[in-house]
């Protein structure tokens, strides 16, 4: 069995309204207004802490923040594509209903503007950023490199719908391609596999770093009955097109 339907509604439609467009615009700016909040404490913790903790507390920081980014984006994104049906308020039509809208048609983001494309991120990032900055000062160098560690994977989280965007992007700006061939940021030929049948691996879409791992552990796999039968009650059955064949 599979998830899709037999024929995708007519009224398929992914246009950002007025609603939506002002939603993107508020969450991006309080986004980027708490990041600087929190970039700013790290930089001015950083300044006062011993020269140890400066020189390996942000490499470290950025490599699990983005390392972790990836996880999410793949997590969520397999989420996305199998369990909860497209028409669940709010969720449905602001997180749901794009990736199945992804799979049929694929070259749909990159038709979307910045802002519609990279304004869901910010927003479901909100609680985890304002709550990091609000309720976990900054005291000793434990909770500088937690601090530095958030700000970062948010951020790789605010980076992954364009680095999807341009995986898919017939013509990326020349810098981009060569962030994409050095395997930085996710390529087009990497993410490929995740459109090809069964459409069941490769869901991470930051970097793409750990879609050979967790392909070959099938983990995603394995945790997909599980969490339907938690989730669908909830989140209702899948529908459209994306869902991964049984």
Known sequence: MSATPDEVPHDYDMSGSLWMRLVDATSM????FFEYL??????LHLEAAPAGPAVWLLPVAL????VTAD???GFVHFL??????????FFGPVFIRPFREHH????????????????ANCLISLPILIGTWYFVPIHDAASLFFAAYIGLFLFGIFLTNQFHSWAHSPRPPAWIRGLQRSGLILGPEHHAR????PFNSYYCITSGWLNPILARTRLFERLKEPLRRVLEPIAGKADEVGGVQE
């Open 194 to 197: 995740h459109h090809t049948p």
């Open 38 to 43: 929190l970039a700013r404490d790290v930089y």
């Open 80 to 89: 996305a594509d199998n369990i909860g049906s497209t028409r669940t308020p």
């Open 104 to 119: 049929i048609d694929p070259l749909a983001i990159t038709r979307h503007d910045f802002l519609e494309v990279n304004g």
């Open 71 to 73: 996880f999410v984006s």
């Open 29 to 32: 700016s309080v986004f980027f």
């Open 63 to 66: 490599l699990l923040g983005y």
